[in-house]
Nanobody, 123 residues
């Protein structure tokens, strides 16, 4: 099972930008889908964005459409989540996760998770 190593995150003012990274240790994402999820304090984990195995499908949650962009490097070892125009309601712990082939918004269908990274947006 590929180990997922997350980086990025931190504290930013409303309207600012951050980029999160999710790197595959020892393998590539060539046959896996990668999803980004977030979990605000006291709330359930929710789907943010995903990219399927081919990179051709990149669904987003309605709450982040037009502000967040998911991408993958050409070596298929790292997936990024570029977050622009951040809002206080984007504050959460962000996780990347993998599953075979296709993206789904259901977190329980992902079998491999990164360690999580805190994103805090101040107003």
């Amino acid at each position: 099972q590929v180990q997922l190593v997350q980086s990025g995150g931190g504290l930013v003012q409303s309207g600012g930008s951050l980029r999160l990274s999710c790197a595959a240790s020892g393998r590539t994402f060539s046959t896996t889908a990668v999803g980004w999820f977030r979990q605000p304090p006291g709330m359930e984990r929710e789907f943010v964005a995903g990219i399927n195995w081919s990179g051709a499908s990149t669904p987003y949650a309605d709450s982040v459409k037009g502000r967040f962009t998911i991408s993958r490097d050409s070596a298929k070892t790292t997936v990024y989540l570029q977050m622009n125009n951040l809002k206080p309601e984007d504050t959460a712990v962000y996780y990347c996760a993998t599953r075979p082939m296709s993206v789904t918004s259901t977190p329980t269908l992902y079998n491999n998770w990164g360690q999580g990274t805190q994103v805090t947006v101040s107003s």
